[in-house]
């Protein structure tokens, strides 16, 4: 986590102001504190840094009048080693403020460098991993006089993982941008390069990007760059030009990015319906060594984290009944502990494709020589780059922390892959691959007519965004929808949220249940409805207040019901698609009115690039 962003032109623009809106584009990555590093034209640094938010750090730098200057980095943190304060913000310096640094990761041999370091004299000012990168520069160059040498030095003296900018005054016109398993990107503008932590903050500037790989330097000047391995061996490296434009990175016309990307659903899975269905057959296994390596498997392991898990799991009810494969669903973290053989495939699926949980499962896998299916959705991101194979979700960029439009596009995705496989494998008939085709094709507009129903779902979070604790319940393939629409509120609202398989309520929580309880049960028509009824009726017997998602015109369910969101009926295997669009919006809506800051929650940021 945390955003790095660095900078270096020719004089055309305006440094701070350059860094201040590139962070603004990484703050979803960490938001406990912000600081920048300029050299001005005399040779100066101007450090700025505070911990808050980057609007602290916009207010702090009002006091300050920056000369004119060419060159600085940018920061924006999400704690690991330090409290938040001002002193444990980056950027960090050495002994005699002539070396910043700013880093994105860990650095886990730390306490043994920063000892090495005091012992040869040094003084640290702060708590953090990333102070002794700076001091170690410092003490390399001393003896070596060779700048970038000395960087080469330390990095290969690092363990853990770091994404780093680098300024050094003797070098005002130089920028050292390294990476090793945090992601690091060059912009290529003319006349100026960038460097950031994802593409959004370059967008704005150039869509001329080369992607740094793990074990790389860039040194970056206004018109020239240079790419070396850790041994300061020369790269070739390719540029990439990026489809995204930088109006998708924009908010628009919504107050939150969460509430952009909800509304976006539908485009997005229209996006994927055109890329990946053709004259009604479906074109993800068109590549022949991946059709062949999932006819061979006879398991899959899905392992990914958070919201991507959610998806997983409902791939896994799509898999194991259209294609007849049996699959497993772990949390990345959990997953070193299963047991793979050659006959398994295992799967990684990612929003941002860094998260280090589900990279070090990939990474494991393919230790065990097993190869690795990515369902991914930034392109070219650590994981799509390190799998065998990768199917893009096309989702456009996700920058709220609470992820919406990638869960569903994954689940497309993942019920495009099932419906393909099975007919690969003889399971599904064209017949049935036509009719799930005419169904799909109507999801955007199924999708648009739940949106229509936010005035409604505002309304119910009005009535109940007090309460402190919710259950959902759901059941068969929409047990997932429960899992993510607890996810969903606990994480923006700081409720306690529980998602549970409804069956399960009888074997324990159902002890919680009083007239307090709101219990949002999803329950469209789907071959589980009856079951899923007589849990939710459990549940209204001991007072629970039952805040219902079905399909429409359900009387039943609104006997019991103090809240019904109808959803129009389609069928069971899509439900999950439409299921939890009501429960993103009511969580946004819940959040907002407890005075939450929707996209940016407390304690966690959007990308997770630490184990
Ligand atoms: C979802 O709203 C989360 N903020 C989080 O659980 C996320 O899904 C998880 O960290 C995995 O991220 P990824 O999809 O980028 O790998």
Not at 159 to 184: C, H, Q, W
Not at 505 to 526: F, Q, R, S, Y
Not at 550 to 575: A, G
Not at 588 to 597: F, K, P, S, T
Request: charged share 25%.
């Amino acid at each position: 986590m945390c955003g790095i962003f660095g900078y270096v032109g020719k004089g055309q623009k305006d440094v701070e102001s350059t860094i201040i809106v590139g962070l603004e584009r990484l703050e979803y990555r960490g938001y406990d504190s912000a600081g920048i590093a300029i050299i001005d034209d005399n040779g100066n640094f101007i450090i700025v840094k505070r911990k808050g938010r980057i609007s602290d750090l916009k207010k702090a730098l009002e006091n300050y009048n920056i000369p004119p200057s060419k060159i600085g980095i940018g920061h924006t943190r999400w704690a690991t080693h330090g409290k938040v304060s001002d002193e444990n913000a980056h950027p960090h310096l050495d002994s005699n403020n002539k070396i910043a640094v700013v880093h994105n990761g860990i650095i886990e041999n730390y306490l043994e460098l920063k000892q090495e370091l005091i012992d040869k004299g040094h003084v640290f000012t702060s708590e953090t991993d990333t102070e002794v990168i700076a001091h170690m520069i410092e003490e390399y160059q001393k003896y070596e006089n060779d700048y970038i040498k000395s960087v080469l030095y330390t990095v290969k003296r690092l363990k853990g993982t770091f994404a780093l900018a680098i300024l050094n005054r003797e070098y005002p016109d130089m920028l050292i941008g390294v990476r090793k398993d945090s992601p690091l990107i060059i912009g290529i503008g003319n006349g100026e390069m960038f460097l950031a932590s994802d593409i959004p903050a370059i967008l704005p500037h150039t869509k001329r990007i080369i992607i740094l790989d793990n074990e790389e330097i860039a040194i970056l000047k206004s018109d020239k760059y240079q790419i070396m391995d850790f041994d300061g061996n020369l790269k070739n490296k390719q540029i990439k030009e990026i489809e995204w434009d930088a109006q998708m990175a924009e908010k628009g016309p919504y107050p939150h990015f969460m509430l952009k990307e909800i509304y976006e659903q539908p485009e997005v899975i229209e996006r994927n319906i055109d890329k990946y269905i053709r004259d009604g057959e479906f074109l993800l296994l068109k590549d022949h060594n991946l059709r062949k390596l999932l006819l061979n498997k006879n398991r899959i392991v899905i392992q990914a984290a958070g919201t991507s898990l959610h998806a997983g799991i409902v791939g896994r009810y799509l898999i194991e009944h259209f294609a007849k494969i049996p699959v497993d669903t772990d949390y990345s973290s959990e997953f070193s502990h299963r047991i793979v053989d050659d006959k398994t495939l295992v799967m990684a699926i990612s929003q941002s494709g860094e998260t280090m949980d589900t990279l070090e499962g990939l990474r494991l896998a393919k230790k065990l020589g097993l190869e690795v299916l990515s369902i991914v959705n930034v392109v070219d991101s650590s994981i799509a780059r390190e799998s065998d194979y990768v199917i893009y979700i096309n989702a456009g960029p996700e920058i709220g922390v609470a992820s919406t439009k990638a869960y569903t596009a994954q689940i497309t995705i993942l019920l495009f892959l099932a419906l393909e496989l099975g007919y690969l494998k003889g399971f599904v008939d064209k017949k049935t691959i036509d009719y799930y085709i005419s169904e799909i094709r109507k999801l955007p507009y199924v999708i648009s007519s739940v949106l229509y129903k936010d005035t409604q779902i505002q309304y119910i979070a009005q009535k109940f965004h007090k309460h402190n604790h919710f259950m959902f319940l759901g059941r068969g393939i929409n047990y997932p929808t429960a899992l993510e629409g607890a996810l969903k509120l606990k994480e923006i609202s700081y409720i306690h949220a529980t998602g549970y398989a409804a069956g399960e309520m009888k074997h324990g929580p159902l002890a919680l249940i009083d007239e307090n309880w709101p219990v949002v049960v999803i329950n469209p028509k789907t071959s589980v409805y009856e079951k899923t009824f007589s849990n939710a009726h459990e549940v209204y017997t001991r007072g629970g207040k039952i805040i219902s998602v079905v399909s429409e015109r359900d009387e039943k369910m609104k006997e019991i019901s103090q809240e019904i969101i109808e959803i129009p009926e389609v069928d069971e295997f899509l439900t999950p698609i439409v299921s939890i669009i009501p429960l993103q919006l009511l969580a946004y809506h819940i959040a907002n009115l407890r005075g939450c800051d929707v996209d940016k929650p407390r304690n966690i940021a959007k990308v997770i690039t630490v184990p």
